[in-house]
């Protein structure tokens, strides 16, 4: 993987807001933040999206997501936030590091704005069970 921003945040070549440091999972305030308390969180795991990274770092993030949330939600004041987490280019990622963004919304408005296209399910059946067939697959 080549190194990202995060690699040098991570290795300490770059400061950081940190918020929480554990042996698998950082989590620090976005530079660029949508909304006050805008918090990125990282595996210490090089992958560059999600379908690469390991079980182990995977559930790291995971215990970590919903305490770090609460903590954004209890510094800010705000009531509701966003989870995002984006891979490839196309899906609008801009570091190929792993990240989730805790992003606030608060009541002034500040926050993630989104449109949602929804379209028809057509192949229901036959897709749940093509994603089920490599839904097992350990990494």
Not at 11 to 32: S, T, W
């Amino acid at each position: 993987m080549a190194e990202t921003i995060f690699t040098k945040i991570l290795r300490g070549d770059i400061p950081c807001h940190r918020v929480y440091e554990d042996d698998h999972v950082l989590a620090f305030l976005d530079i660029n933040p949508i909304a006050r308390g805008h918090t990125l969180v990282i595996p210490k795991e090089a992958a560059a999206s999600l379908d690469q990274l390991s079980d182990d770092s995977a559930a790291a993030i995971g215990r970590v997501l919903p305490r770090i949330a609460r903590a954004v939600l209890a510094a800010t004041g705000a009531t509701n936030f966003n989870i995002l987490q984006n891979n490839g280019a196309p899906a609008h990622q801009a570091v190929f590091h792993v990240h989730f963004h805790i992003i606030p919304k608060h009541a002034d408005g500040s926050g993630l704005e989104m449109e949602w296209n929804a379209g028809q399910l057509h192949d229901g059946a036959a897709l749940a069970t093509a994603i089920a067939a490599h839904a097992t697959v350990p990494r």
